[in-house]
């Protein structure tokens, strides 16, 4: 350590002084300085440069579809829509404008939404494995579906399968957030009762098939393998504030996220009131996921996925992170969208499982290289 | 990135799993989808006979359910014909709801008509001209449609 | 000069009292160091007085403030906590670990100020060269200079550490020693360590606070503090002590 006093004799004197002022005039941390900057640098590059390939890849989803319609035609119809004109032939404008734009903007904020909760839930967890699904809502919205679909049992009049989802995927992580008020509200304690939700409206949702009819077992599986076209405008709309809403208040919180990374000892040191910030955010990304899941049904690892991808290009400071998984996020969802209409076309493989097929090996590779390099 | 927990079998055995648990979802899926096949997840032909400016003519259209979403059953309506002289394609789409009826956004309702032993709902719809009657029957099979503009009068019937 | 008083504080643990009516001030700019066996509440009282632990009895003030009912942040914005060991399960690069002492003072974004407040600890503690390193590739030793900047970045009127050194050999001991009684000095701070090396605490402390059975046994120089009774009541340990060119030695009687 050549930048401290190495004298062992202590001696309160004029030296001491004189090497303290010496060292701080000189300037000063060079590496420091460079290294933050270029992490900065590289950091705005990737999100700047997702953002564009999901743009990009947004544009061509839209066009990817079984109705016969071409390239120039749906942009044609956009266009109407954004201009408001009316369009010539208006049922090709319903495909581009009320089906296909709805289904890739609902691919889009699912993905932002999802990846956002994900990366949220690992940061507040401190676990690598947590996704937005650990406190139950896939469980939980899955057995509100069934509750809808087969006993036609509906929470709110006319809700549908949309709220019964919503209600009963809250249901699980309300139960959580209230038995981490009893007991302190650590990360295990959470995962553990995440776990046990999951089991618990899992079972009760088999005991729902087993007595339903055939038709209505099929529409249920159907909801569960997850889905991202059937949303109309409004949906979408409904989708975008809650998403929108959402990541503002975790990218607000994203840099106490940092800081809770260190330990709840670490960060209640440094002016974080731990136990609060956990609660705050579990309620926000699970009421987002739940609106997600509610709409789309069980879309499952991209929010396990998207914020590993993006931690190998971001790193973890959160304030980034959390944008750029984000974009992983949609993007992942737009290309496992167009994957899933061109691979067995005119037919369309459900969503779920494309992102299945996409995020497993994926995160396995993410897994096996990790391990390589610390070994090394 | 570090696993603080079970070290280096765990994940991977807890990524399999979860891969493992989707397929499974996916197969049941697939096995309950083949075994009740949607019956709105049609293909019909139609015979087109009519008047082109005052020429018998005679045509072929087709109906073809297209999985673009999973709210709406979606068709795509392909017509030709051909008189002597005169020949004329077309394609338009038909969208119903959920409620097995033609979107209202799209299609107006005019009313109902008993043909043969059945309750066939009329709806219409207009298109760069041509007026096309919708005779809707049950699980989005539409019977007949009527096809008009000022130099045609054109009718597809549903072949059996 | 800021005052950090604890008054007849109590703590106890589900049904085990640790301390027993802890009084103590600090108000002078020092390296005050906290001795005694195992389990006496070295790190107890250590954590009380930065509100990571609620006293059963008994108030803590700062600056005249009683922090039970300041917010986390405020008490973070005077007080400093240093702890003995930090895993994250995420690795990040030293430079963003450092960063994050500023959180109480900075709000969302970084500033400038914070860039310079961190870069003059990196350049004492010579960080430098480590500053792109991943913070979980790093050795004991250097991890714990990592821990200290962050707190040093906190710029805090009173750090208090927990066995900074326990782990490191017995250089280390003396730089870390040697830095934080300059630090406290020159920048006119309160600087609290547990410590647990008598010898190395003998060298380096201004004061000396021995606990015993959760209550402050002795408080004062280390001349008055560490003396042979006092070893032979709180330890159970024959020493002698010895003064030699102005420095105390404890020179230890193997059992």
Known sequence: MTGIIPSIKHDDSKVSKEKYAEIEKKIEAVRFREAYSS?????????????????????????????????????????YWISGTTPPDITKYHIAAEVRLPRVLTALLAGVGLAIAGTTMQGMLKNPLADPYTMGISSGAGFGAALAIILGFEIIAGGGIVINAFVFAVIPAAIILMMSKLHTASPTVMILCGIGMMYLFDALTQLFMITAHPEDMSAVYQWMVGSISGTDFNNVLVILVIVLAGSIALQAMSKQLNVMGLGDESAKSLGINVENRRMLMMIVLTMMAAAIVSFTGIIGFVGLVSPHIARVFVGTDNRYLIPASALVGALLLIVADIISRVVIAPNILPIGVVTSCIGGPLFLFLILKARREAWA | MEFGFGGKAMPLALVLVMLVG???????????????????????????????????????????????????????????????NHSYDDDFGVFF?????PLESIYDYIGEEAVGDKVLQIWSYSHEGIDYTLYVGELCTIEMVGITADYMLLIAVLKK | MTELRVEHVDFSYSVKQILYDVSVTFDKPELVCI????GVGKTTIAKTLNKLYIPT???????????????????????????????????????????????????????????????RIIDLLDLDELCERDINQLSAGQAQRVTIARGLVQEPKVLILDEPTSNLDVRYQMEIMRFLKDYAREKQIIIIMVCHDLNITAAYADRVILMHMGKIFADGSVQDVLTEENMKTVYRIETKVVQMDGLTHIVLNPL
């Open chain 2, 97 to 101: 709801g959920r409620n097995e009826m």
């Open chain 3, 35 to 38: 001795l005694g066996p195992n």
């Open chain 3, 57 to 119: 009895a008994g108030k803590i003030y700062i600056d005249g403030e009683d922090i039970s009912k300041m917010s986390r942040l405020d008490i973070a914005r005077k007080v400093a906590y240093v702890p003995n060991s930090v895993s994250s399960a995420f690795s990040m690069k030293v430079l963003e670990s450092i960063l994050l002492g500023r959180a109480p003072i900075s709000g969302y974004n970084t500033s400038e100020e914070d860039l310079d407040v961190v870069a």
């Open chain 1, 39 to 79: 992490l900065k640098r590289h950091r705005v590059l990737f999100i700047v440069v997702a953002a564009v390939m999901m743009i990009l890849c947004g544009m061509y989803a839209i066009t990817i579809g079984s109705y016969t319609i071409t390239f120039s035609e749906v942009y044609e119809n956009l266009w």
């Open chain 2, 22 to 84: 989707s397929f499974a979802l996916f197969a049941i899926y697939e096995v309950v989808m083949i075994s009740n096949p949607d019956p709105h997840f049609h293909s019909h032909e139609y015979s087109i006979s009519g008047t082109f400016y005052g020429e018998e003519c005679e045509g072929i259209m087709t109906s073809e359910y297209k999985p673009e979403s999973t709210s709406e059953y979606i068709y795509e309506y392909k017509w030709t014909a051909r008189s002597e």
